[in-house]
């Protein structure tokens, strides 16, 4: 499965792995993939470096990625223009979402965290002050890949990852959006169709891939969003991408550590029709498990989502508490539709073979009906 | 473009289209597709009939088919048991609605129609009784096909086709609904994806169609929903549909009567983010152009749709004012996300021309991928 984006990367196979874990990262590195490490989740840029560290020993050589989330809109410049700090941002949530917040979790008797346990799930990283603060640890690192998940990154960032031979990669919801990073000089543009896990728009691959590949073309596109399977991935670089972006198919892998087996089971038992396209993680429609927490937010009796970044810092300790106790009737993640076709758990490894497996049989099929097959 | 149920149907591409109008129809047939002609707006048995002797003049001896709309739960059985007819129904619908479908038409000053001239806009075809006389008259055509979008056939339909060699199709927007349909005797299973045109559910195409396909299997699928050029055909056939369905595309084709330039340009000048699934139309979601008039009912300030069929006779005579005065802000027609592709008006041949030469090119672009092409 070699494109041309495949042979500037060097990599076996045209499949590009977003992860929070970085051992599901390297895996797929290893597995001839592209892992890209998703550093949200680290505040301390301690933690980020300790484990690119471990990336960096873990990968033979071979390249990997970083996936970062600043925001294209700046939400922390205060009037006057100096930088906001946490707590500034924190004090711009109101009372009444708190109360809803209190309330949800009570109605479910949700315990506290255990005494000197820091809330886990945090979304700081999306402020842009801690996004550059993961940005100095990674470039110490020979990433080959920046991404960012919202937007285009400034262009200090842009110019700062050329200068050190980094790709940059931006997703996009629709063709316009692509433009806009094709303008910003990104140099991958990933299509993340409405059917995808985490921030989405609403228009599907099947019709977001080919408008983004005319939109950016020649830049290359990475089709995300509906795609696990072998045959999803012949379907995406029909559709004209230069390779494919998977997210969700990693959280069930063995290598995967989401420290909670209720979680693992609900995954595995959910259908493609137990996802919603909700505001209630982020402030912004994010593809997710629906919940009991996911249905306080979205029923219109309800205060609603505040925007982002304070409907990220509103539920971050409510979030790590659910968590942490596997309140199962409020548990999720973000996840896409094709949570469906995740039955089981594998290794990376395994899970890549299948890929490329059903990649090929793919190929088999579609020659076959066009009369290309000798047989 | 061969597949099982090409070669079973004898036609040369495995490209299905629906569409309202028997000259996209017959031409699609003639262009070696499969045309399956919309009997929902035959209200007349005598009108239908027509239409078809038209079709049997103009498709040289090849196959095509009929799409019926019976809904599977009856909603026209009166307590009693006794049918309802369209009058009782009326009756059934709230002037709270009657009079926000007044007071929208008043604001943007939409004339009556003009003296004696019938509502045009009809879908007393949703109604099992009139659809089961639609079925009386093209039973006496050499139809091959009989599909159905709301559900499967009652059992004496689908005995009926197969008495006469008929193949039955229906609509599936979820694996369980194709499941169902598989029960129920069907031949066809179209899986209808999230971007689609009409009635859809949530499942996006590059999802639903392997789900649907693994559900049914060894039954034929289609793949619709997002699919209006030869890459997307490859995509779907690469997720293993037998085939495709096609209704958005033929919308602005030479041969489509719409009857109103406003509509024809509203639809060349939309983007795939300008259409909604909505409720306004019939009472069951459905994608359509974005206009005042879905606005208006998506609105959570005014009462909302009724459920089907109250919704489609409520609005009926409306949208046929709105249509022939070519109320542009409320000017509106059930069409899929790959409205944005269709920015010229081609012949039905011309259409599908460049949908089989853009297979062609998704193949060759697959297998240079694949590292299967002699270059």
Known sequence: MKTELSRTLGIEHAIFGFTPFPAVAAALTRAGGFGVL???RYTAPDDLARDLDWMQEHTDGLPYGLDVVMPAKKVEAAPGGQ???EADVEAMIPEEHRAFVRATL????????????????????????VARSQLDVAFDYPIKLLANALGSPPP?????????????????????????????????????????????????????TPEVVDAVSP??????????SGEQ??????????????????????????????????????????????????GKPARQLRTEWTDAWDDPAGPGPLPMPLQGLLVAEAVSRIQR???????????????????????????????????????????????????
């Open 325 to 375: 106790h596997e309140v199962e009737p409020l548990l999720g993640t973000p996840v896409g539709q094709i949570v469906g076709r995740m039955n089981s758990e594998r290794s990376v490894q395994q899970v890549v073979d299948e890929l490329t497996r059903g990649f090929e049989k793919a190929v088999d099929r579609i020659n076959r009906i066009a009369g290309r097959s000798e047989s």
């Open 219 to 228: 830049l290359p596109v990475l089709a995300a969003g509906g795609i696990g």
């Open 233 to 282: 991935i012949a379907a995406g670089l029909a559709l004209g991408a230069q390779g494919v972006w998977l997210g969700s198919i990693w959280l069930t892998t063995t290598e995967a550590e989401l420290h909670s087996r209720a979680l693992t089971a609900k995954l595995l038992a959910a259908g493609s029709g137990d996802t919603v396209r909700s505001r209630a993680l982020t």
């Open 106 to 129: 009570a109605k479910h008797g949700v315990p506290e965290l255990p005494e000197g346990e820091a809330s886990g799930w945090r979304i700081t990283g999306w402020m842009e002050q």
């Open 156 to 208: 200090d960032i842009v110019a700062r990852a050329h200068d050190q031979g980094v790709l940059v990669a931006a997703l996009a919801g629709s063709a316009r959006h692509a433009r806009h990073h094709a303008e910003a000089g990104i140099d991958i543009v990933v299509a993340q169709g409405y059917e995808a896990g985490g921030h989405t728009g609403e228009i599907a691959s099947m019709v977001l």
């Open 83 to 85: 930088t906001l700090t």
């Open 38 to 40: 998703g550093a949200v």
